[in-house]
């Protein structure tokens, strides 16, 4: 079987200089295969070879486990305050149901907010889009 890779961009919009291996990589699928709730992305995304490369891209650990704080250290201050809000509301739903719900609650905005990092950041670095949808072009929206 022929192992497949993550291709890069040969004429990338943004200085690679200013970013690690894994953002140019990130950018360089995005530039290449459209957002995440594009056809063209998720035959691509079927193609990459191995687990751990497609949560490179599709999934932002630090994101997930700091969401607002995350955001705000990547300048998406827009993104960090629509998240606050929808965090706050979370929470005040979460005091009315049992624990083990409200983890649960608690889990899926830590994947919502990991999984709209990657895509979000793109966005405002390559497009120049810094605005409060930071869920623009995924795969739910």
Known sequence: MEEKTIEAVTNPTWNTANYDEVWNERF???????????????????????????????MNFYAFFFGVIYFLIKGMWKGALLLLGLNICIFIITLFLPNGVAGGVGAAYGILCGMAANYAYYRKEVLGEDDFNIFKGMRWI
Request: no cysteine.
């Open 28 to 58: 360089s699928f995005f530039q290449k295969h459209g957002a995440p709730g594009s056809p063209e992305y998720k035959e691509a995304y079927k193609n990459i070879n191995g687990f751990v490369n497609k949560l490179r891209i599709n």
